[in-house]
């Protein structure tokens, strides 16, 4: 089994509320440690950054299922690779909303405060995360 990293960025949907973003996370948590599959989220109200680590197989099954998800759009991969360990293992599914640590960290790896994924590199959005990371209680 190769452990994979995939990290990828999408628009949410205009009826992707906060009840649909609790349903986005329950669902990922379940699905995710079913699966064995770990990562992060980051988000505001018009965009997720995750990065999901797992095996290539079930990587690439639920990708297959975000990107026939009709609450975000858009969907963009930054970065797909074979990975040694896992980084983001503590969760099934973090969580990190948009807030004014992240403000200071979206300056840090893009090129203004405000959040918007599709303008990282993928390892600037890898970079992000683990600093991220640092801020989340494991599960």
């Known amino acids: 089994m190769f452990l994979t990293r995939l990290i990828y960025v999408s628009t949410l949907s205009l009826d992707c509320d906060s009840n649909a973003l609790d349903d986005i996370l329950k669902t990922s948590r379940e699905h995710n440690e079913k699966t064995h599959i770990t990562g992060l989220l980051s988000h505001n109200q018009k965009y ?3 990065c999901l680590e797992g095996s290539r197989v079930e990587i690439n099954n639920t990708y297959h299922h975000i990107i026939n ?8 991969i930054l970065e797909y690779k074979e990975i040694t360990h896992r980084d983001f293992g503590d969760w099934s ?6 807030t004014f640590l992240t403000t200071l960290l979206n300056l840090q790896f893009s090129g203004s405060e405000e959040f918007n994924p599709y303008e990282m590199s993928g390892e600037s959005a890898y970079l992000m995360l683990l600093e991220l990371k640092k801020n989340l209680p494991s599960e």
Do not use: A, K, Y
Request: proline content about 6%; aromatic content about 6%.
């Open 93 to 98: 599914m973090g969580d990190i909303p948009q």
């Open 48 to 50: 997720f950054l995750q």
């Open 69 to 76: 998800d009709h609450r975000h759009t858009n969907v963009t």
